[in-house]
T-cell receptor, first 112, second 114 residues
Framework: GESVGLHLPTLSVQEGDNSIINCAYSNSASDYFIWYKQESGKGPQFIIDIRSNMDKRQGQRVTVLLNKTVKHLSLQIAATQPGDSAVYFCAENSRGAQKLVFGQGTRLTINP | ETGVTQTPRHLVMGMTNKKSLKCEQHLGHNAMYWYKQSAKKPLELMFVYNFKEQTENNSVPSRFSPECPNSSHLFLHLHTLQPEDSALYLC?????????????FGQGTRLTVV
């Protein structure tokens, strides 16, 4: 069935270190993936996306890696800053389905 | 500012009350969504509207009634809710038909049922 899950519910990193947030999905038909960031009191905000015909995509300080063989997605944040503290969600969409399936979320905490 | 505005931001209602949540998108999108976000649960899709037509209802109880008068506005009418319905209700919009469904979210309405 469709499900998107996260390996860890919480992640603490030192300011300036790199962060890696992981996500597993089960739907083989998934062809589009998104990472969202949700800060306290706000709605989810788009960070970066990737289509299934790609393995890697880079943005500003963020990189998304997709491994379709093991159905795994990761978000890498370089030089983590206090403003990166938030809950991060992965979401997937399969061809023809007009909806995003979200994972549970990982709370990223930055230690000074 | 994400282009999706939700009102009110906070709402406290009794179980016998009737209230409505409002969402407006300024992005020219053709699809709108209601999601429910409860503590320690993934975002749950409730309703999908595409070109003002409801295309999905994810087994949502009838005490939640959506309305989409046009492609820019979406309402969620609430009546006789239960305390377990307390959650953050998020509205989102997207442009369908381009092979991707990147959704833009509003700030949400924090609903408390007492």
């Amino acid at each position: 069935g469709e499900s998107v899950g996260l390996h860890l519910p919480t992640l603490s990193v030192q300011e300036g270190d790199n962060s890696i947030i992981n996500c597993a999905y089960s739907n083989s038909a998934s062809d589009y993936f998104i990472w969202y960031k949700q800060e306290s009191g706000k709605g989810p905000q788009f960070i970066i996306d990737i289509r299934s015909n790609m393995d890697k995509r880079q943005g500003q300080r963020v990189t998304v890696l997709l491994n379709k063989t093991v159905k795994h997605l990761s978000l890498q944040i370089a030089a983590t800053q206090p403003g990166d503290s938030a809950v991060y969600f992965c979401a997937e969409n399969s061809r023809g389905a007009q909806k995003l399936v979200f994972g549970q979320g990982t709370r990223l905490t930055i230690n000074p | 500012e994400t282009g999706v505005t939700q009102t009110p931001r906070h709402l406290v209602m009794g179980m016998t009350n009737k209230k409505s949540l409002k969402c407006e998108q300024h992005l020219g999108h053709n699809a709108m969504y209601w999601y429910k976000q409860s503590a320690k649960k993934p975002l749950e899709l409730m309703f999908v509207y595409n070109f003002k037509e409801q295309t999905e209802n994810n087994s949502v109880p009838s005490r939640f009634s959506p309305e989409c008068p046009n492609s820019s506005h979406l309402f969620l009418h609430l009546h006789t809710l239960q305390p377990e319905d307390s959650a953050l209700y998020l509205c989102a919009s997207s442009q369908e038909g381009q092979g991707r469904t990147e959704a833009f979210f509003g700030q949400g309405t924090r609903l408390t049922v007492v």
